[in-house]
DNA sequence: CCCCAACTTGGAAACGTTTGCGTGCGCTGC
DNA sequence: GCAGCGCACGCAAACGTTTCCAAGTTGGGG
């Protein structure tokens, strides 16, 4: 910036004022600053401008995992929309004890980022909490936590919807198949998830049956894995609802594998909007993932500019987009006369 | 950091030399300014030191699309390894004219990260030659470009013993499916893959075919797409071989949704070590990609601690999964006596 | 007993910005 | 023609580290 200043023989307040656009700059010298600054292809150091600002100008997602389409979905669309305004992203990938004690620990995005994007992070209490000492702003997106602002879709409708859908079509043993993760650790989604299909059996008068929710670990075998179980049961389930898409298919794989047909074997329902859903015809309730990142990132980004967000909760539409892989239960009666909640 | 050097009462540059494990602090002076620190829960700012240290403590990871398995296993897999050395991940997204230009415009990772980690990232000749601008070493993932350290697999020997295999069983109609960028656009990958595909058919004496290579917008519906344009040729293919196993897995999709058996009616390859692929049975030339990921991580960080990596090639091994959906053609001979090579 | 080496520590100048404050200038309005 | 005002610009003090250099202390050897 000094070598700016000296060529356009300006000082190096003038360059600072005029490559910010800020007032006080006559055009002239504005214009004749920038084409310096150009031709030197200079570009403000963002450590000594974030020394002096106490700001960075960047922010952090933390997900569990990367390559979960979930997550990466939304970690694409945080950063397209925070890179228009000129932000950055850091990743924290914290999956497994290891790496979210240490997370924990250390906080390592103290005085890294402006703002934290905690993106389907299962969380045990004590780390909950910690998240104060983070010193920066969080936001959540795909869930909710605490007090932070959040975007998330109403998954606990959601997930009803889906098993309404099941049991309008005359299902009565309906499985739900999740992945987990460190044990103890707990995710909004994950909850209201699990609560939304409880209740649309309960309304039905089903009584709860914890065989019919099988959780594996995180993995593409999951949804097959998942099935597997199910299918063993003494008195299997005719439809079986995924936590997720990803699990809805590789629960498809398993039951095509088996020679069962679907819907006219078994009845399947994934949720998330993964378009890999749509390449094996599976209905799927879906959220618009990409929106929900935008929309977090925009959150960021207002956050940075100084706006206060309080505890803004924005919550996006769903859809169940029936493609046809499910259908009345196999032994059963007729898909009318269900009994509706 | 001044409020610690109160507290312990030392020198600041006491405690800057004690926090990093510098020589030249007593054992027990060392130990109450660690203490101290704990105590006012302080870190370092990384922005001053970096502005005094005149590094970073940043890798940025430079992929066309997040939503890619390879691309974000590649990240997962960079994120872990530099975080145990205590370095940020910074994520770019370039996908699409309007993302590359604007990237290769304002070369946003200048002075924000030590090194740049390029991921399966298509670019045009103009782009190649304005990377020097950066300003930061370059590390390239899963190709190679120009004289940048890289780490790879023989994509050429990979997609010539694909290509082998199927030859092997009798097939002498084999399609190639592919994803298409920006055109004009290269990746090393992308054009090895081809070539090894095309040599394998030219050492077995059969002509080269256009038509029998399809390119496809990316997208969860490529595989699909690019099958459905091979089945529809007058002389249709009866193997397919796709350039990831993504794109193998929406093949899959639209073979079994028409009706065709894999391998009876026709066999199928992919490229990759997606875990997706096995879900499907889907036979795969496979890469150890976590590997490569950790390899490219490894570099970065041994960039950053001063050590020069001139030219380095890493070479990763790979191989052939055979899951089964490759058999000999189906009005075909057996698969004995094809001309191998 | 003194000198010197080794070690521990502190002072202060960088690093490259931003920004509050002050100065000089030309212009307007009377 | 003059007081006063606004504008364009420069000076210099932060921001929080690192690091060179010097100073002080301790202990050992001659």
Same mark, same amino acid.
């Given at each position: 910036?000094?070598?700016?200043?000296?060529?356009?023989?300006?000082?190096?307040?003038?360059?600072?004022?005029?490559?910010?656009?800020?007032? #006080? &700059?006559? @055009?002239?010298?504005?214009?004749?600053?920038?084409?310096?600054?150009?031709?030197?292809?200079?570009?403000?150091?963002?450590?000594?401008?974030?020394?002096?600002?106490?700001?960075? +100008?960047?922010?952090? &997602?933390?997900?569990?995992?990367? *390559?979960?389409?979930?997550?990466?979905?939304?970690?694409?669309?945080?950063?397209?929309? !925070?890179?228009?305004?000129?932000?950055?992203?850091?990743?924290?990938?914290? *999956?497994?004890? %290891?790496?979210?004690?240490?997370?924990?620990?250390?906080?390592?995005?103290?005085?890294?980022?402006?703002?934290?994007?905690?993106?389907?992070? /299962?969380?045990? $209490?004590?780390?909950?909490?910690?998240?104060?000492?983070? #010193?920066?702003?969080?936001?959540?997106?795909?869930?909710?936590?605490?007090?932070?602002?959040?975007?998330?879709?109403?998954?606990?409708?959601? =997930? +009803?919807?889906? %098993?309404?859908?099941?049991?309008?079509?005359?299902?009565?043993?309906? #499985?739900?198949?999740?992945?987990?993760?460190?044990?103890?650790?707990?995710?909004?989604?994950? !909850?209201?998830?699990?609560?939304?299909?409880?209740?649309?059996?309960?309304?039905?008068?089903?009584? /709860?049956?914890?065989?019919?929710?099988?959780?594996?670990?995180?993995?593409?075998? =999951?949804?097959?894995?998942?099935?597997?179980?199910?299918? $063993?049961?003494?008195?299997?389930? %005719?439809?079986?609802?995924?936590?997720?898409?990803?699990? =809805?298919?590789?629960?498809?794989?398993?039951?095509?594998?088996?020679?069962?047909?679907? /819907?006219?074997?078994?009845?399947?329902?994934?949720?998330?909007?993964?378009?890999?859903?749509?390449?094996?015809?599976? %209905?799927?309730?879906?959220?618009?993932?990409?929106?929900?990142?935008? =929309? $977090?990132?925009?959150?960021?980004?207002?956050?940075?500019?100084?706006?206060?967000?309080?505890?803004?909760?924005?919550?996006?539409?769903?859809?169940?987009? @029936?493609?046809?892989?499910?259908?009345?239960?196999?032994?059963?009666?007729?898909?009318?006369?269900?009994?509706?909640?």
């Amino acid at each position: 910036m000094a070598d700016v200043a000296r060529v356009a023989d300006v000082s190096i307040a003038t360059v600072s004022r005029a490559l910010r656009g800020l007032p #006080g &700059v006559s @055009d002239e010298t504005r214009e004749r600053i920038r084409r310096t600054a150009d031709e030197l292809s200079y570009v403000v150091s963002p450590a000594a401008s974030g020394l002096s600002q106490r700001a960075t +100008r960047r922010v952090a &997602v933390v997900v569990p995992r990367l *390559d979960a389409w979930f997550q990466s979905t939304v970690l694409a669309a945080v950063e397209g929309t !925070v890179r228009d305004a000129g932000v950055d992203v850091l990743v924290y990938q914290v *999956d497994g004890e %290891t790496q979210r004690r240490r997370f924990f620990r250390d906080l390592p995005s103290r005085r890294k980022v402006d703002v934290v994007v905690l993106v389907a992070l /299962p969380l045990l $209490a004590e780390e909950e909490s910690r998240l104060d000492l983070l #010193g920066v702003e969080v936001i959540v997106a795909g869930g909710r936590l605490r007090d932070y602002p959040h975007v998330e879709v109403d998954d606990h409708a959601l =997930a +009803r919807a889906a %098993t309404q859908h099941l049991l309008d079509l005359g299902h009565r043993r309906i #499985g739900f198949v999740r992945t987990l993760d460190t044990p103890g650790a707990v995710w909004s989604s994950d !909850v209201r998830r699990r609560e939304g299909y409880a209740d649309a059996l309960a309304a039905a008068g089903l009584p /709860p049956s914890d065989e019919l929710v099988v959780s594996e670990p995180f993995g593409v075998r =999951a949804g097959a894995d998942g099935t597997a179980r199910l299918l $063993a049961l003494p008195d299997p389930p %005719t439809a079986v609802l995924c936590y997720s898409d990803e699990i =809805a298919v590789s629960a498809f794989s398993e039951l095509t594998r088996r020679g069962l047909s679907v /819907p006219g074997d078994v009845s399947l329902v994934g949720i998330d909007g993964n378009p890999l859903a749509g390449l094996f015809a599976i %209905t799927s309730l879906q959220q618009p993932v990409a929106e929900l990142g935008r =929309a $977090a990132g925009e959150m960021a980004v207002r956050l940075m500019d100084g706006e206060p967000l309080g505890a803004e909760r924005v919550e996006m539409p769903w859809t169940l987009v @029936d493609r046809g892989s499910t259908g009345p239960p196999s032994g059963g009666g007729p898909a009318v006369g269900g009994a509706r909640g």
